[in-house]
């Protein structure tokens, strides 16, 4: 019942399955759809005839005015459609479910007592004997009498079998607890019994006097199964049987019922009368009857509705754009995955923007000539979602804004041009902060945009030069008011979601905190490590298009579970290895250690998800090769198990995180490199990143071979810088030469 319940909404569900939106998400914007329209109508004209209170012209009043029909339409007599409904109600069958279990609970009583019977009877028990020891068990099942009856049958055995099959056949009919519910199935003529046959559900309509019940289980079986030439002592057997062991498997439904009587409701057409263009429905002075007042009902109801096409229009209208805007930002459409705080965030920016715009659209005194988005904060919803979440989400939020205000503002163009351009400026002019200090010149830049747009706009629309300054006025107060707005509302959206933004990571990539100080003077190996990856991974990153400053800053923090037990880490020690003392299998568990180490860190020093997510995933489900051959050697097991020996982490599942897990593959592998040239690195590049994408560890990632190319290419170039070789100059070869 629940998968039909919700059938007509599995294609939305889809879609935003498809869209790697979780269910969460389809609930929030379907709320969010509810608000944005309730905002759009509030800000829309009703239409309303001012026809009197319902005091006026209640039942048994005299009526004040004349009430007269100004327009045709069907008027809706509730009451006899009521009646209508609650009789057709009545004629609903009652809805019965047939519980298998119940059935075989019962036929394994007649089982036991029937193989106590016939213990009894084998063993040569008188009938009083037989009598005694089925009370123990079965006391009042059968009379003595009717024991009496069994054992008269020609052949018990025979008789038992025949009696399963009848109770057998009772309980697939359904034997139906009809006590409570009688009357109904009465009224109604018939019941529903629902069953599950062959894992598929099954509805049958039974006539009421074809129903099988507790009370006519054995006559009904009788009736249908009994062959014609059975004894009576044989049939009043089989009804003992019957009557002693059947029991109810089929009860009433009152959910599926009272849905049956709700279709049977809903299906009644309306009980309507045509009231038509200057008819009287009461004069003035004249009583009113109830007849009167339900017209004058309907009458005041239908002038009171609302203007139907501007709502469905407006409906879809909204509809729409939220498609367009779900299908913008979907993988699809910005390629990026987008997180449980992004979809809340941009919601609730978008209802905030559309229910201000409500507001401005419903109270403020603007003139007639100037664009209601002028008041509204486009620009730096387009800032905020620029630097929150990125560039082309906080384009695609500016459009689809801007999109919902145009019911609003009765399909101003220029108005939705100016919101929408003002949101493209707003996420242009954050492009290059990497401070907050530049947010300031962002206002600026955005209040010389909005100046622009609008000294355009009123070039365009042929204004008075009057107006077209006023606008630019309005636009310069506009950008500078949402340079604020963003100023002082990104601190606090940070705060909530933790966001990686640029201002945020450039605070972590600070190499004088005291994680990066501790960890040069406990493990200078990891630390030297770890610069050195983070410019492979930021080249890189750099080179296919990926984040590069969040690539840096997460290489930075990749290994900071190793800094509390640096000596177990090959790049920390100077002579002594630890690990020689020790059982492979105990230096694999400290070596997997440091990513858990690790993840811990990072929540300790509440670094964004983003960052966490790929220290969890920087070395995905790789084997630690050198720990398992050691193992296998020392125990000489070649089946020796690998998950033993592999990270039990995740594969990187982004772009940044994939390339910070070759780039520190590549660096520690790089160590071991003797006398390096061009092609040397080139071939050990190559095999190290193919090594990773054989292994499957990058296919989660969402990197092309052409990203792996242009990644190959960088690393050989940074690599390249590392292992440069000096330039012999003829003096030193000469006195080498000397003195060799």
Known sequence: MKNSRFAFFSPAVDLFQRLRLERWTVIAVAVAFVIGLAAILFATEFRSLGLPSADTWAPGRIAERDYVVERDFLYVDERATEARRDAQARLAPPVFALTPLAGSAARDELDRFT???????????????????????????????????????????????????????????????????????????????RRTQDGRPQSEKIPAKDVVTRDNVAPQTETRLVPAGTTDVERRALRIFVDAFAAENAFYDADASQQRRDRARAGVEPVTEKLSRGQVVVHRGDLVSEGAASRIRALTDYARTVDVNGAVGESLFLLMVFVLAIFLLSMKGIAVTLHRGHVLLLLALGLAHVLLASLVVRFASLPEWMPASIALPTGATGMLVAILVSTPVGVFFSLGASLALLPLTGMNVQGFLFAFLSGIAGTAVVLGAEKRIDLVRAGILLSLADALIFLVLGLLGNYEPQRVFSLAVGGVANGFFCGILALGFLPVFELTLNAPTRFKLMELSDLNSPIFKRMLSQAPGTYTHSISVANLAETACEAIGANALLARVSAYYHDIGKVDQADYFVENQKTHNRHDEMRPSLSVAVIKSHVRIGIEKAHELNLPQAIIDIIAQHHGRGLITYFYHRAVKESRNPRLSRDDYTYPGIRPKSREAAVLMLADTVEAASRALKKPTESRLERFVQDMIMEKFNSGDLGDSSLTLRDLELIRKSFVHILEGYFHTRIEYPKLARASAARG
């Open 115 to 193: 193989q106590a019977l016939l213990r009894q009877v084998r063993q040569g028990a008188s009938e009083g004997q037989i009598f005694a020891a089925l009370q123990g068990e079965w006391n009042d099942r059968i009379t003595r009498t009717e024991l009496r009856t069994i054992l008269s049958t020609r052949s018990l055995p025979q008789t038992i079998q025949h009696a399963r099959e009848l109770l057998d056949a009772a309980f697939s009919w359904g034997i139906v607890d009809m006590i409570a519910h009688a009357d109904e199935a009465s009224a109604a003529g018939a019941i529903e019994l």
